[in-house]
């Protein structure tokens, strides 16, 4: 057996174990509450229902969290990227003394617990009046979202030539001009990339969305599968269903922007 035919296998198996819990959440979504934990399932024939996808929207009204979550991750996507693009280019571009610190520093930004700033941010939401508002989301997913679009952008923009928009700017073009007209449309991969891995982040956030809404009106796919309850159980079936929903849409755009995604997070790590 070659060594090509063993990667083969292995990476075929690593693949199946990875898609085995999506596969079944999807069939047990489809499912009858009474048979989800039964376990004769998968000995004979399946009797497949649409009841918890119907509950899931009549009843819950799932589709209002499904418009919060693309709301407040369209609108973080849209204010953390241009806002990153334009502290990347500064950060690459304009000279400056301790760039290398303030990368860090943003870095630390990122990586803070987010439980520990609950309480302080809460406090001054209220105090704006922003609490179970689209902002009151928005504003903290922007801010733990656009230092890591600092970093995935900086990374890239260091690998391209300077003199392509040095030779925009002999020719008459501006700093800004320059950025808008040659710098980004070369960085299209990379803002692709960002702008998904951002929209992403927004979409699964749940602590914040927990903390910073009242009711259902402004609840996120996270925080309304979250407090699913019945009246005497769990309703699994319609949990299942709602993950599935809520995966349906991420799936969609990764498997339709996974060459950009990947071209945008290795360009920068590879030198020109």
């Known amino acids: 057996m070659s060594a090509q035919s063993v990667y083969t296998a292995g990476a075929c198996g690593l693949v199946a174990l990875l898609l085995a819990p999506i596969g079944w959440m999807l069939l047990a979504s489809l499912m009858p509450e009474s048979r989800l934990f ?16 119907r509950a899931l929207f009549g009843e819950r009204e799932f589709i209002v969290p499904v418009r919060n979550s693309l ?45 520990s700033v609950i309480a ?21 997913h922007v801010t733990f979202a656009t230092p890591l ?6 990374g890239f923009l260091r690998q391209l030539p300077r003199e392509l928009e040095e030779a925009a700017m002999v020719d008459g073009a501006g700093r800004l001009r320059a950025m808008r ?14 702008a ?20 259902p009106e402004r609840q996120t796919v996270p925080v309304a599968i979250a407090l699913f309850r ?19 849409p991420v799936a969609l755009i990764v498997l339709a922007f996974q060459r950009r995604i990947v071209a945008g997070l290795t360009a920068g790590a590879v030198k020109g």
């Open 149 to 154: 679009a600092v970093w995935l952008l900086a």
């Open 196 to 215: 998904i891995l951002t929209f992403l982040y927004s979409w699964n956030e749940f602590l914040f969305a927990l903390s910073f809404t009242l009711g």
């Open 38 to 53: 039964d376990s004769a399932v998968s000995g004979g024939g399946l009797a497949l229902t649409l009841e918890h996808y």
């Open 230 to 248: 019945g009246r005497y159980q769990v309703p699994w079936g319609q949990v299942l269903a709602s993950a599935v929903v809520a995966t349906v």
């Open 71 to 115: 709301v407040v991750a369209g609108l973080t996507t849209l204010v953390a990227v241009p806002a990153a693009a334009l502290c990347a280019y500064a950060l690459t571009r304009l000279p400056m003394r301790g760039k290398g610190a303030l990368l860090a520093l943003l870095l630390a930004v990122s990586m803070f617990p987010q439980i």
């Open 181 to 194: 007209d040659v710098v980004l449309p070369l960085a299209a991969p990379a803002l692709a990339s960002t």
């Open 120 to 140: 302080p941010l809460f406090l001054v939401l209220r105090e704006l009046g922003l609490i179970d508002t689209y902002p009151g989301l928005v504003l903290p």
